[in-house]
C-alpha cells in the first residue's frame, strides 16, 4: 500500500498527465481545448472549391447532341458578361426637329383635328410636311380667335397656322424642340361660348372625344388628355355662372391640367419651338363654318 505521501505524489502525475491529454498550449501563449477547437476560418477543401468556381467556357460537348443546351448557355453567359447599366428611365426633354406632322386615318373633322407632331413657336402653329393635299384647309382646322359678331372676320391668317416644307425647318423652328408629352386638348377659341353649359359640353368636349374614340377603336387604346389649354381664356374666364363646367372636368378627368392664356403666354416667352406629341385641337368657328 502507498503511504501517504505517495498517494498524494500519485495524485499530482494524474492531474498533470489528465491536464497536458486534455489542453493544448502553443509557443504563443494562446490555448484551447482540444476537444473544442475549432479555427473561425477553414479554407475551403478542394471539392468545396471547384462548387464554388463558376467556369466561363461552357463544357466540350457533341454539337448534335447539346446543341440547343450549348447556345442557350452561350447566350446566359453573353448576358452575364455585359455591365449592369442602369434602369433609371432619361427623358430627354428637348429633341431634334425631325418627325413629320400626322393626321391618324379618319381623326377629323372640321374644327376637330387629331395631329401628331404639331410645332408651335411664338404662338403660331406649324405643320411640318411635305404634301399639304393631305391635310385639311388651315380654315376647316383653326380660326383667328375673335368673338363673334357682325362684320368680325374669323378667317385664319398665318399668324394661326402654317404649313412649312421641311427644308425650311431650319430657318424657321430652329434646330432643336422642347416636347410636350401625351395628349393636350387645345381649344382654340375665346371663351364667348365656353361659359354656357351646353356650348362647353355639348360641342367642344363631346366633338373632341367622338373624334378621340374614333381613332382610339382603331387602335384598341385611348389615352386621356394630360392637359386641356384654353389660350385666350384669363382668370377662370371659361368657367359658367352656375359653376358645373370646371368641376365636372376634374370629375370626368382628376388627373388633366387645365391651363389657360398665362400657361400660353409662357410658351410664346420661352422664344423656343414646341412640339406636342399629340394635339387634338378644337376650334368651333371652323366647325360651324361647314
Known amino acids: ?6 498517494r498524494i505524489v500519485l495524485l499530482v502525475v494524474f492531474v498533470v498527465m489528465i ?15 482540444l476537444i473544442e477547437y475549432a479555427p473561425l476560418l477553414r479554407p475551403p477543401t478542394t471539392a468545396t472549391t471547384k462548387k464554388a468556381i463558376v467556369t466561363t467556357h461552357p463544357p466540350q460537348t ?10 442557350e448557355r452561350l447566350a446566359d453567359l453573353e448576358q ?10 432619361v427623358v430627354e ?4 426637329i425631325r418627325p413629320f406632322t400626322v393626321i391618324p386615318e379618319g381623326a377629323y373633322s372640321p374644327g376637330f383635328t387629331l395631329l401628331d407632331n404639331l410645332y408651335l413657336r411664338n404662338g403660331t402653329f406649324y405643320v411640318v410636311t411635305q404634301d399639304e393635299s393631305k391635310f385639311p384647309l388651315v380654315a376647316d382646322m383653326i380660326s383667328a380667335p375673335q368673338e363673334l359678331a357682325e362684320n368680325v372676320d374669323t378667317t385664319p391668317t398665318s399668324k394661326q397656322m402654317q404649313y412649312l416644307d421641311p427644308d425650311d ?17 387645345v381649344v382654340y377659341d375665346p371663351p364667348q361660348f365656353m361659359t354656357h353649359l351646353y356650348h362647353w359640353w355639348g360641342e367642344i368636349i363631346l366633338g ?4 378621340l374614340s374614333f381613332e382610339g377603336g382603331k387602335t384598341k387604346e385611348l389615352p386621356m388628355p394630360r392637359r386641356f389649354l384654353l389660350p385666350f381664356s384669363v382668370k377662370g374666364a371659361f368657367r359658367d355662372p352656375a359653376g358645373v363646367n370646371a368641376p365636372l372636368m376634374r370629375a370626368a378627368w382628376p388627373s388633366a391640367q387645365i ?21 387634338m385641337l378644337v376650334n368651333r368657328p371652323a366647325a360651324h363654318r361647314q
Not at 22 to 32: M, Q
Not at 93 to 96: D, V
Open 259 to 279: 391651363e389657360e392664356s398665362d400657361y400660353w403666354e409662357d410658351l410664346i416667352t420661352l422664344d423656343a419651338t414646341v412640339v406636342f406629341d399629340r394635339v
Open 93 to 96: 426633354h428637348s429633341t431634334a
Open 208 to 211: 373632341a372625344w367622338r373624334i
Open 80 to 89: 452575364a458578361s455585359k455591365p449592369i447599366e442602369s434602369n433609371e428611365k
Open 62 to 71: 457533341t454539337p448534335a447532341a447539346d446543341a440547343d443546351f450549348d447556345i
Open 169 to 185: 425647318v431650319e430657318s424657321t423652328l430652329g434646330k432643336h424642340a422642347i416636347r410636350i408629352e401625351g395628349l393636350s386638348v
Open 19 to 33: 491536464t497536458v491529454l486534455t489542453w493544448k498550449t502553443d509557443f504563443l501563449g494562446t490555448s484551447g481545448i
Open 1 to 6: 500500500m502507498f503511504t501517504r505521501r505517495g
